[in-house]
């Protein structure tokens, strides 16, 4: 019995060592008061290609921050806002993602996926046909870092569907083609699969990147890419909208 109590004690005792030094498994801790979500910093296993970071640290998502292109300032943001037309939504009738050509071909084997993922990667390696085989991207909505650029989608910013829904059903083939692989606007990101197919084609009524520092950064690019495209906002969207500009501290 002895020997026993001896070897409980010294398993709770290498528990709470792992978890003063962050090894183990980070746990996904559920929102707290203010709406944000903690991740905590660890591999999830030896040798696995993602890790997360702490989100609510906006310095660890900054370089997601940083490259995407044609962002406004949260101010421009505000006024473009005003601009947008306010309507309900269109149905879906028609509707195919087919019907957005993506992805498209840029030269040197290169498309619109690997462009994007070669300019938000770090020391990003590719082979001969322009795949990325090698990198670190942090993926802005939750703070996951990848180092397998197989594990990562591209998201459009304002989904394909939500275009179609706004306004994108009476543009030509060819509008709609730029609007799918636009890469003058911040409309492209690498994010983990995981969150992009929770968001799925939803709104920022109804979906907000779980990390919350970059609620600013994703309104601000939202309205940047309808504003543009001329589409149109629900009343629910544009109140949301409004709410993520107002977390901008700049």
């Given at each position: 019995m002895g020997q026993k109590n001896t070897a409980r004690a010294m398993t709770a005792a290498v528990a709470v060592l792992l978890a003063l030094t962050g090894c183990g498994t980070a746990p996904h801790r559920a929102p707290n008061a203010s709406g944000a979500t903690s991740y905590e910093a660890s591999l999830s296993?030896?040798?696995?290609?993602?890790?997360?970071?702490?989100?609510?640290?906006?310095?660890?998502?900054?370089?997601?921050?940083?490259?995407?292109?044609?962002?406004?300032?949260?101010?421009a943001a505000r006024i473009q806002l005003t601009t947008l037309n306010v309507a309900p939504q269109k149905p879906m009738t028609g509707y195919t993602r087919t019907k957005f050509t993506h992805w498209t071909g840029h030269g040197e084997s290169c498309d619109t996926r690997e462009i994007v993922l070669q300019r938000t990667g770090a020391d990003?390696?590719?082979?001969?046909?322009?795949?990325?085989?090698?990198?670190?991207?942090?993926?802005?909505?939750?703070?996951?870092?990848?180092?397998?650029?197989?594990?990562?989608?591209?998201?459009?910013?304002?989904?394909?569907?939500?275009?179609?829904?706004?306004?994108?059903?009476?543009?030509?083939?060819?509008?709609?083609?730029?609007?799918?692989?636009?890469?003058?606007?911040p409309?492209?990101?690498?994010?983990?699969?995981?969150?992009?197919?929770?968001?799925?084609?939803q709104g920022p009524e109804d979906w907000q990147p779980p990390a919350r520092v970059y609620w600013c950064t994703y309104a601000t690019a939202w309205t940047n890419v309808k504003a543009h495209y001329r589409l149109s906002v629900t009343e629910a969207e544009k109140n949301k909208l409004e709410q993520m500009l107002g977390t901008c501290t700049t």
């Open positions: 296993t030896p040798g696995s290609p993602t890790a997360t970071v702490p989100v609510e640290d906006a310095k660890a998502l900054q370089p997601a921050v940083q490259v995407l292109p044609g962002l406004s300032t949260p101010e990003v390696q590719r082979d001969a046909e322009c795949r990325a085989v090698a990198g670190t991207w942090t993926s802005p909505y939750d703070g996951v870092v990848v180092t397998d650029a197989a594990e990562l989608d591209i998201d459009h910013v304002v989904p394909l569907a939500n275009a179609w829904r706004s306004g994108a059903d009476v543009w030509t083939a060819a509008r709609r083609k730029d609007f799918a692989n636009d890469l003058d606007r409309q492209l990101l690498p994010v983990s699969a995981a969150t992009n197919r929770g968001k799925g084609d």
